[in-house]
């Protein structure tokens, strides 16, 4: 007997568990669109070439391995600040935003959501139908209590605007209402600009606390300030939010854990107590953050060569998935002979598509067509070459009929 027979077997991860049955599979035409991270052409992991200057310089000038204070690297915080709102962006100079170096886009989350535990008692968190599935998590284990809003319509296979400002108006005054700040995760529906005014409204008239996630700050259009904009809107009418931010997928630093949370406030007072109040999270929890990656991010950002060289680097990635967005309608409409409108392929935008398979279709195109795929109907294009197209399209148009 073991002290831990009480502990049973945990469920596998709905995400990382596909790429688990992915590496089992010996199929040769099999295709992993499970887990969201780029690929390049030939199917292989890739790391920025600016990425690799910046820690080769990095590595010339010998830096040491000290320990960071709670709240991370200076420099980052003030990088990642500036990125997202834009460095001329009042809210900058007035030193309304309290930031802090978070283990990238997730850990970033849970400090927020730990911080809305302590001083939101009793405040929900409304989150969009379906979202990442790590958020339910996230809350969970934060033990903040959350709700969904209507966001997905399968009948369009677009957004339910309605049903989601019906949703968000009839919320608890204060609540929390996380948005995705572009490249929504999983369906790649975005609203439209004049929806966002549309949204700001119904939260400001609610007294609600926006708390956007930032996963692909200029990995979605290609221009930073774009996917920016949806924050800086809200920002600009000068509401109290929360951003959560990842460079995981826009300078691929998946696994050097680099991201922040930004709590923009009415007042620089408001900002330097939050701020203080988000080490005090910190430090129980992980001491203080890892310095690797946000040395890439502030010399990438610090220096005008690099971060010209990463801006086009960060444009041929969204383009590499645009084209094989591009290619992959192309062939549902040359091979499909159903009539069925594919346009919702083009209309999403980021690295996932949601394709309308449902779970019993989702698995078809796992069993019979070896492709690896979440069962929500998710696909990763960033795992999709112009050479699988074709391939995927029959396999999403057998699974379909
Ligand atoms: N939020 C969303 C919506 C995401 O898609 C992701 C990445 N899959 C994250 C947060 C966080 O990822 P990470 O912790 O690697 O930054």
């Known amino acids: ?63 040491n391995k000290e320990y960071l204070p709670i709240e991370g690297l200076a420099a980052f915080n003030k990088a990642t600040a500036e990125l997202l709102f834009g460095a001329d962006n009042p809210v900058i100079h007035e030193q309304r935003v309290a930031t ?8 970033s989350l849970r400090i927020a959501a730990a911080l809305i535990e ?33 966001y997905y319509d399968p009948k369009t296979v677009g957004l339910d605007f309605d049903g989601m400002i019906a949703d968000i108006k009839a919320a608890p005054e204060g609540s929390f209402v996380l948005l995705h700040g572009c490249a929504h995760n999983p369906t ?23 708390f956007f ?13 774009q996917d920016a904009s949806s924050v800086r809107l809200f920002a600009a009418r000068g509401m109290e939010l929360f951003v959560a931010q990842s460079y995981s997928k ?47 991010v502030a010399n990438v950002v610090g220096n005008p060569d690099f971060f010209n060289e990463w801006k086009e680097e960060m444009e041929m990635m969204a383009g590499r998935i645009k084209s094989v967005r591009q ?25 996932f598509s949601f394709t309308g398979l449902n779970k019993a279709q989702s698995d078809n195109m796992t069993d019979k067509w070896h492709i690896y795929m979440t069962k929500d109907g998710r696909i990763s294009l960033a795992g999709l070459s112009a050479a699988k197209c074709e391939y995927l399209a029959d396999a999403i148009i057998d699974s379909y009929h």
């Not at 001083?119 to 959350?146: E, M, Q």
């Open 1 to 63: 007997a073991s002290r831990f027979d009480n502990i049973t077997m945990a469920p596998p991860d709905p995400i990382l568990g596909v790429s688990e049955a992915f590496k089992a599979d010996t199929d040769e035409m099999k295709l992993n669109l499970g887990v969201g991270a780029y690929r390049t052409e030939e199917l292989q992991p890739y790391v920025l070439k600016v990425v690799r200057k910046a820690e080769n310089l990095m590595l010339e000038r010998g830096e």
């Open 213 to 225: 996630d930032v996963a692909y700050q200029g990995f979605a259009s290609g221009s930073l300030d």
């Open 100 to 107: 802090i170096q978070g283990l990238s886009g997730t850990g």
């Open 250 to 296: 826009n300078l691929g630093l998946y696994a050097e854990r680099i991201g922040a949370i930004n709590v923009l406030c009415s007042s620089a007072d408001a900002a330097v107590r939050v701020k203080s109040q988000m080490k005090r999270i910190a430090r129980p929890m992980y001491s203080n953050p890892p310095v690797h990656g946000a040395r890439i």
């Open 327 to 351: 290619k992959l309608y192309n062939n549902l409409c040359a091979k499909d002979k159903s009539g069925k409108d594919w346009s919702f392929v083009l209309k999403q935008i980021g690295m």
């Open 118 to 150: 302590r001083y939101f008692p009793g405040a929900k968190v409304l989150i969009s139908s379906p979202t990442w599935g790590n958020h339910k998590n996230i809350f969970n284990d934060a033990r903040v209590p959350w709700s969904e809003y209507r």
């Open 188 to 210: 790649g529906i975005d609203p439209t600009p004049e929806q966002w005014e549309k949204i700001a409204d119904v939260i400001q008239e609610k007294n609600h606390i926006p």
